[in-house]
């Protein structure tokens, strides 16, 4: 029905950025909030970043003021720009979207997920 896939993961030293993409497709009749994930190894998955189809924003206390997310809604896409990153950012990053699914109403969908490993 509807793939989310992610991009932009990879290994960076502290202090780095790196930038995350996802993009939606499928049968959308509407992308509703988008968000960012994250799953560190032997932790639960939280919210890092959510953004709204109005454009309304949420973000984590401990990223504010280091991540930056955006959606282009045109292409159903959602980034996620982080910079001055720390050690403690390592994690797997997945992407969500509460989506309008045509015949179906709205449905939440994941991203595998990408990995995002900052070295001290």
């Known amino acids: 029905q509807v793939q989310l896939v992610e991009s932009g993961g990879g290994l960076v030293q502290a202090g780095g950025s790196l930038r995350l993409s996802c993009a939606a497709s499928?049968?959308?009749?509407?992308?509703?909030?988008m968000g960012w994930y994250r799953q560190a190894p032997g932790k639960q998955r939280d919210l890092v970043a959510a953004?709204?189809?109005?454009?309304?924003?949420n973000y984590a206390d401990s990223v504010k003021g280091r991540f930056t997310i955006s959606r282009d809604s045109a292409k159903n896409m959602v980034y996620l720009q982080m910079s001055s990153l720390k050690p403690e950012d390592t994690a797997v990053y997945y992407c969500?979207?509460?989506?309008?699914?045509?015949?179906?109403?709205?449905?939440?969908?994941w991203g595998k997920g990408t990995l995002v490993t900052v070295s001290s």
């Open positions: 953004i709204t189809a109005g454009g309304n924003t």
């Open positions: 969500h979207a509460n989506v309008d699914v045509v015949l179906f109403g709205g449905m939440d969908f």
């Open positions: 499928g049968s959308i009749s509407r992308v509703n909030a």
